[in-house]
């Protein structure tokens, strides 16, 4: 499975952007998915994430205002990023494991898009 990550960009703080991760093959219902950022000099950290049966979990800080969703027609999952804060300035990867339920360790997914870099200026 190959991933390709996109939506990076700039942004003001209370903007919003998303970003999109889209899978060689019809993957997108059969996988868990994991989105993670890393800041410069930081370890990678789980954000989001959605398991195969779509449950979806969210780092604390981002809860109420970013969303995990998936387009299982375009092989496709997003992560809607609303009310963006400076400190969500970074690289963002998605990652793609077995199916199951989804989690934030890095450890047990499998494939990784390259990462896209998110900034938002105060």
């Known amino acids: 499975v190959q991933l390709q990550a996109s939506g990076g960009g700039l942004a003001q703080a209370g903007g919003s952007l998303r970003l999109a991760c889209t899978a060689s093959?019809?993957?997108?219902?059969?996988?868990?998915w994991g989105w993670f950022r890393q800041e410069p000099g930081k370890e990678r950290e789980g954000v989001s994430c959605?398991?195969?049966?779509?449950?979806?979990s969210y780092r604390d800080s981002v809860k109420g205002r970013f969303v995990v969703s998936r387009d299982v027609a375009k092989d496709t999952v997003y992560l809607q990023m609303n009310s963006l804060k400076p400190e969500d300035t970074a690289v963002y990867f998605c990652?793609?494991?077995?199916?199951?339920?989804?989690?934030?360790?890095?450890?047990?997914?499998?494939?990784w898009g390259q990462g896209t870099q998110v900034t938002v200026s105060s």
């Open positions: 990652a793609a494991a077995g199916p199951g339920v989804c989690g934030f360790s890095r450890a047990m997914y499998d494939y």
């Open positions: 093959g019809p993957t997108a219902d059969r996988y868990a």
């Open positions: 959605i398991g195969s049966n779509g449950f979806t």
